[in-house]
C-alpha cells in the first residue's frame, strides 16, 4: 500500500469511486445512508426525545451493517430521556471547532455514551451500533468505518494527521483529509459520499489478502464491523508464539528501530536491552515472531524494515487491536481456541484449552504450545479469565466474540494440520534415498502445479509438476535461460509447491553478489555496535535450522543469481554437504568458524535450493563443475504460445496484436539465436511482454503500452547485445515497433 499523492486522490474520486457508487448495490446504500442522516439532523427535542425515535436512532442499518455486534441491543434505553438529551445536546457540539478538538469532542461523546449504557442496558458495548449513530449525527467529520484496523489503514493510505486519542478520535482528520484535496460538500449527498469514499478506499486499496491465504468468502460490500481477518492454510500457520514479559512494548521497540532499517545484530541487541532476560540464543526467536509469525518486520536488502502491519502498529494508541488478526491468521490454535471458549464460555482452565490445543497438532509432545497460545490470546484482550470459584474460565471478549464471529463456518473442518504418513522407499532406487515424509496441506486451498498455471506460467501443468519432482527428488535445482523468461518467479512457485501453500515462512528468497562471502552466507565474525566482534550466523545456515527444527515440514531456499557470487568460496564446506546423498547427521561437518569444539552442522532432507542464473552476462565467469554435479539444471525459454496468447486474451488484448507482438518477438529472438556473437541463450524472453493485470484499455492503449515496453526496456538490452553494430540494435528495434 502506498501513500496517495493529492492528483491521483481526485482522479479516483472522480473515475473509480463514482463507477463504484453508482453500482446497484451502492445506489440503494447512498439512498438509505442519506436519508438516515436528514432524519436525524432535521428532528426536533420533542420528536428525538421520543422513546421510537431512539430505537430508529440506534437499530437503523441505514448507514452500515452492525456485523457481529447484531445481538447486541439496548431496548432499556430507548425510554432513558436523559440519555436521548446527551445525545441531542452533542449533535451540534463541533461546530466552529477546530479538527483536533472537533477529534476530542468525538472521542468523549463515544467515550461517555458507552459508558452510560454499559453495562446498564447491554451485556456488551454496542461499539459499531455507536460509531453507526454518530456517523449520522456527524456527517461532516465521521466515516462509516467500523473499527480501529480500518481507520488506521485508510489514514496511512491519505497521509491524514494522527489526532489525540482512539480510533474515533481519527475520524475528523480523515474528513479533513478529503475536503482538503477535492473540496468541501455542499450537500448530504456529497458529504455522504466522502464518508462512503473512506469505505471505498479501504476496500479497493488497503483490504488485500495477505499472499497464501485461503480466500474466504466475500462480505457484504457495504461498510460493516466484521473485523478483517486473512487465514493462512492450516500447514503454513505458525505452531504457536513464545511469550515474554512485556512482550507488546518489545515487539513495538523492535519495528520502531526497524524504521529506518536495521541488521540483524542490532536487532538482536535492541530485543536483548528491551529484554534482558533473553540470550543471543533466543533472540533469533523474537525475530522469527516478528517476521514469520506476526508479519510486522521484513528482510529487505540485507535489513529489517517495517512491513505495512509494522507501521499501523506505531500509528495505533492501543498496538494489541494491530496483533489481533495476524495471531487468529497466522498462528495454528488461535482460531480453534477462539471458538473452543465460544462454545463453553465459563467452562474450561487454561490448562484445558492448552490441552485440546495439543490434541490438534500430533508434533506437540507438551502442554507448553497450547499454553502460549492461551497467554497470546490474554495479552492481545481476545479471551479473559473470570473469578468464578476453583480458579479462573475462559470466557471472550468483547474483541474475542468478534474475531470468533469473522471465522469461516467450516474452519474447525478445514483448518486441521494432518498427520505425517510414512512413505515405503525403494531400497534399490537410484535416485538416492526417498524425501522424507512432508505434511502435506489439508485447507481448502492448496498450492499446488495447477496454482501455478494459474498464475501465469506458460508451462504446462505436467512439466510445472515434473519440475518439483525434480526438485524433491534431487533436493538442488537451478533454473538458466535468457532474461525475462520468468526464472525467479517460477523458483518461488515451485518452492510453494513444494510445500504446499505459499508460506513466506518457509521459503527465503536472497541474490547473490560478486562480495557476498562465506562469512555473510554462512558464519563469520561482526561488528557488535560495542567496539567488538559477535559470531553471527548468516541465511543459510538460519535456513538450516530452521529446516532442521522442524523435520517433518519442507523449507526452500532461493538463490537468485547463483552464478554471480562464487558458490564454491560462498558455501565453502558446506557445498558438499547440499549434494542429496549427503543430507543428514552422519555427514555433519565441523564449520570455518564453530561456537564449541563439538559443534558440527549438517544440511537436513527437507530443505531445498532454488538457484536461477542468468545465462545472457556476459559478466559472468562458467560455473564451477563442483557446483554443477550437486544441482540439477533446467533451462527456460521464452514462451510466446498458445498459453501466453491465451493469458494476454483474459487480460483483454486484442487477438490480432497478440499474434503481432508474437511474430515480431519471435523473428527477433530467431535473429540473436543464429548471431554466432550471442545464441539462444541471448534470447529475449516473454516476461517483456506480458500484461501483469486485466486491464480495461482500447485497442490504441494497447498498442502504446507495448511500444512503450520496446523503447524502455527492450531497446536498452538489444542495445548491449550489439555494442559494437549499434545500426543492427536500431534495425532491430525499429522492427519490433508497431505500425503506427
Known amino acids: 500500500m502506498h501513500n ?62 452492525i456485523g457481529p455486534g447484531k445481538a447486541v441491543t439496548l431496548v432499556g434505553a430507548y425510554p432513558d430521556t436523559q440519555l436521548a438529551e446527551l445525545l441531542f445536546d452533542a449533535r451540534g457540539s463541533l461546530v466552529g471547532l477546530g479538527v483536533e478538538d472537533r477529534g476530542k469532542r468525538l472521542q468523549g461523546i463515544f467515550d461517555e455514551v458507552l459508558g452510560w449504557v454499559y453495562p446498564r442496558y447491554t451485556p456488551r458495548r454496542p461499539k459499531a451500533r455507536l460509531i453507526r449513530l454518530l456517523a449520522a449525527m456527524f456527517p461532516d467529520d465521521m466515516t462509516c468505518l467500523m473499527d480501529a484496523g480500518r481507520v488506521f489503514g485508510v489514514q496511512r493510505l491519505l497521509s491524514a494527521p494522527r489526532l489525540p486519542g482512539g480510533y474515533v478520535a481519527q475520524h ?134 517495517p512491513t505495512e502491519r509494522g507501521h499501523e502498529l506505531l500509528l495505533a494508541s492501543e498496538p494489541v487491536q494491530v496483533l489481533r488478526p495476524p495471531l487468529v491468521g497466522r498462528v495454528f490454535g488461535m482460531g480453534h481456541l477462539l471458538l473452543m471458549v465460544r462454545r463453553e464460555p465459563g467452562v474450561l482452565r487454561s490448562a484445558d484449552a492448552a490441552k485440546r490445543l495439543q490434541d490438534l497438532v500430533p508434533s506437540w509432545t507438551t502442554l507448553q504450545p497450547g499454553s502460549h497460545i492461551v497467554s497470546w490470546a490474554r495479552l492481545v484482550g481476545l479471551v479473559h479469565l473470570d473469578a468464578s470459584p476453583g480458579g479462573g474460565r475462559l470466557t471472550l471478549t468483547e474483541d474475542g466474540e468478534d474475531y470468533a464471529a469473522a471465522l469461516p463456518a467450516d474452519f474447525e473442518q478445514l483448518w486441521r494440520i494432518a498427520p505425517e504418513v510414512e512413505v515405503e522407499v525403494d531400497p534399490v532406487s537410484g535416485e538416492g534415498p526417498a524425501p522424507a515424509p512432508m505434511q502435506q496441506p489439508v485447507t481448502a486451498a492448496p498450492y499446488d502445479a495447477r496454482s501455478v498455471s494459474e498464475e501465469g506460467c506458460f508451462l504446462e501443468e505436467a512439466r510445472v509438476g515434473g519440475l518439483v519432482e525434480l526438485l524433491r527428488r534431487r533436493k538442488n535445482l537451478i533454473l538458466q535461460g535468457p532474461p525475462g523468461t520468468g526464472k525467479t518467479w517460477l523458483a518461488k512457485r ?116 532454488i538457484g536461477t542464473m542468468n545465462l545472457a552476462d556476459r559478466s559472468l565467469a562458467l560455473v564451477d563443475l563442483a557446483l554443477r554435479r550437486r544441482f540439477a539444471f533446467v533451462t527456460l525459454c521464452p514462451e510466446l504460445g498458445t498459453a501466453w496468447q491465451a493469458w494476454c486474451s483474459d487480460r483483454g488484448m486484442p487477438a490480432p496484436l497478440i499474434s503481432e507482438i508474437a511474430a515480431r518477438m519471435n523473428a527477433l529472438n530467431a535473429v ?31 498498442r502504446r503500452w507495448y511500444d512503450e515496453t520496446v523503447d524502455t526496456e527492450i531497446a536498452p538490452l538489444l542495445a548491449e547485445y550489439w555494442f559494437d553494430d549499434a545500426g543492427k540494435a536500431r534495425e532491430r528495434t525499429a522492427a519490433l515497433r508497431l505500425a503506427v
Open 4 to 65: 496517495l499523492e493529492p492528483a491521483k486522490f481526485r482522479e479516483l474520486y472522480a473515475g473509480d469511486f463514482v463507477r463504484y457508487r453508482d453500482e446497484d448495490w451502492a445506489v440503494g446504500w447512498r439512498r438509505n445512508y442519506s436519508d438516515q442522516v436528514k432524519k436525524v439532523l432535521n428532528a426536533d427535542r420533542a420528536t428525538w426525545l421520543a422513546p421510537d425515535f431512539q430505537r430508529m436512532l440506534w437499530d437503523a442499518s441505514d448507514v452500515s451493517g
Open 172 to 305: 475528523p482528520g480523515l474528513r479533513e483529509r478529503i475536503r482538503e484535496a477535492i473540496g468541501p460538500a455542499d450537500t448530504i449527498e456529497g458529504k455522504v459520499d466522502q464518508s462512503i469514499f473512506c469505505w471505498f478506499l479501504w476496500q479497493t486499496l488497503v483490504d488485500r489478502v495477505e499472499e497464501g491465504a485461503v480466500a474466504l468468502p466475500k462480505a457484504q460490500r457495504e461498510a460493516d464491523a466484521i473485523p478483517p481477518l486473512s487465514i493462512l492454510p492450516a500447514n503454513a500457520q505458525r505452531r504457536a508464539l513464545s511469550t515474554v514479559k512485556d512482550n507488546v512494548n518489545l515487539l513495538v521497540t523492535m519495528v520502531r528501530e526497524a524504521e529506518l532499517g536495521i541488521a540483524r545484530e542490532d536487532l538482536v541487541d535492541v530485543i536483548l536491552t528491551e529484554a534482558p532476560q533473553l540470550n543471543a540464543r533466543s533472540a533469533p526467536n523474537i525475530i522469527s515472531q516478528a517476521m514469520g509469525g506476526l508479519g510486522l518486520i521484513r528482510l529487505e536488502d540485507g535489513s529489517y524494515r
Open 494 to 609: 515451485l518452492g510453494y509447491v513444494l510445500i504446499g501453500a505459499k508460506d513466506t515462512e518457509r521459503l527465503v528468497a536472497m541474490q547473490f553478489q560478486p562480495s557476498l562471502s562465506y562469512e555473510d552466507f554462512v558464519r563469520g565474525w561482526r561488528p557488535d555496535g560495542r567496539g567488538g566482534l559477535r559470531l553471527a550466523d548468516g541465511a543459510f545456515l538460519e535456513a538450516v535450522q530452521a529446516a532442521a527444527a522442524e523435520p517433518g515440514r519442507p523449507f526452500v531456499l532461493v538463490i537468485e543469481e547463483i552464478n554471480r557470487g562464487n558458490p564454491a568460496q560462498i558455501l565453502g564446506e558446506l557445498l558438499t554437504l547440499v549434494e542429496a546423498t549427503k543430507r543428514g547427521s552422519e555427514e555433519a561437518l565441523r564449520l570455518a568458524y564453530p561456537r564449541s569444539l563439538d559443534e558440527r552442522v549438517f544440511v537436513p532432507e527437507n530443505l531445498f535450493i
Open 672 to 702: 540473436i539465436a543464429e548471431d554466432r556473437a550471442l545464441g539462444p541463450q541471448f534470447q529475449v524472453g516473454h516476461s517483456f511482454v506480458t500484461p501483469a493485470a486485466d486491464a480495461a484499455l482500447s485497442e490504441a492503449d494497447w
